[in-house]
């Protein structure tokens, strides 16, 4: 593990715990992505990945990539279990779409950014209404992760799902008006079986 990785999981432990579980998934080309599960003493689950900011995102416009400046990012997802949804074994299978937007940076040469939405191709995990996620805005729950000069910080990307329709509407109003719609009418993002926000009145 790299000294950037290092520091990211330390940091993402004071934050968060120590993980109860981790998966290391690998794709042709790329190095590898760890998923770590984070349970606090709620029926709060966390999801983080670990490896995307090993190396700074580089624009697909860019002549060069630059192998310290850039942005650098992890993915941070939070779900509510509890009486019902679905167990925990279905929430894991989140691990795999997780490591596949982790290693877009490298794969597709991406640069992942607040207000961003991020297709699955798939549901977020079996049976999941949500194949989308919103990148929101970092700070809130891991604290951004300073690097020596001349790297940019790494920030803590929290992933919010979407519904089909809530992607589609987002994509003609905006992220900040889907947000303030969520906020409208109580929506609880962390609940894995909510339906979608209303999109009229």
């Known amino acids: 593990m790299s000294d950037v990785l290092e520091l990211v999981e330390a940091r993402l432990i004071t934050a968060l715990g120590e993980p109860d579980a981790r998966a290391a998934i690998t794709f042709v080309g790329t190095d590898r992505i760890d998923v ?3 349970r606090d003493e709620s029926d709060v689950i966390r999801y983080a990945t670990l490896g995307m900011s090993d190396h700074p995102m580089t624009s697909p ?9 850039g942005p650098r990012a992890e993915l941070v997802l939070t779900v509510r279990t509890g009486g019902r949804g679905p167990d ?11 490591a596949v937007l982790a290693a877009s940076p490298q794969v597709e040469g991406v640069v992942v950014t607040p207000g961003a939405s991020l297709e699955l191709g798939g549901p977020l995990w079996p049976g999941a ?6 990148v929101a805005e970092p700070g809130g729950l891991v604290e951004d992760l300073e690097l020596l000069e001349p790297m940019e910080p790494v920030r803590f990307l929290p992933m919010l799902p979407m519904t089909a329709n809530e992607a589609a509407w987002k994509r003609v109003h905006g992220a900040g008006a889907l947000q303030d719609r969520w906020l409208r ?3 609880d993002l962390r609940d894995p079986v909510r339906a979608g926000v209303p999109l009229t009145g």
């Open 36 to 38: 770590l599960r984070f």
């Open 61 to 69: 416009t860019a002549a060069v990539a630059d192998p310290l400046r």
């Open 88 to 98: 925990l074994a279905i929430l894991d299978e989140v691990l795999r779409p997780l």
């Open 129 to 134: 209404s949500f194949s989308s996620v919103l």
């Open 185 to 187: 009418h109580g929506t």
